[in-house]
């Protein structure tokens, strides 16, 4: 089993800066996607990004220049930096870790983006 874990919400003001991380534990060995996916009241789950254990990373379009995944392989580790926030980010911000069978969830994190 993997346990993940998310750290860093809150709340922001509009066009400003937040860092979210996420650590994964237990049986980690084959862990290969490990990235972020929010979820915004009254909308369906979106894949923010996420990186691969070969170090390639992907985002979607809409935050796509103003979010980076990054990953520590060793550490199972990844954060998520998000820069120029809108209020469209208010969502919950949900960790996630991909083996070859299957996919493990945090409890996700609030991000509020509101003056």
């Known amino acids: 089993q993997v346990q993940v874990v998310e750290s860093g919400g809150g709340l922001v003001q509009p066009g400003g800066s937040l860092r979210l991380d996420c650590a994964a534990t237990?049986?980690?060995?084959?862990?290969?996607?490990m990235g972020w996916s929010r979820q915004a009241p009254g909308k369906q789950r979106e894949l923010v990004a996420y990186?691969?254990?070969?170090?390639?990373?992907n985002s979607a379009d809409s935050v796509k220049g103003r979010a980076t995944n990054s990953r520590d392989n060793a550490k199972n580790t990844v954060f998520l930096q998000m820069n120029s926030l809108k209020t469209g980010g208010t969502a919950v911000y949900c960790c996630?870790?991909?083996?070859?069978?299957?996919?493990?969830w945090g409890r996700g994190t609030p991000v509020t983006v509101a003056s």
């Open positions: 990186s691969t254990r070969s170090g390639s990373t």
């Open positions: 996630f870790a991909v083996s070859q069978n299957h996919e493990f």
């Open positions: 237990g049986s980690t060995l084959d862990i290969y996607d």
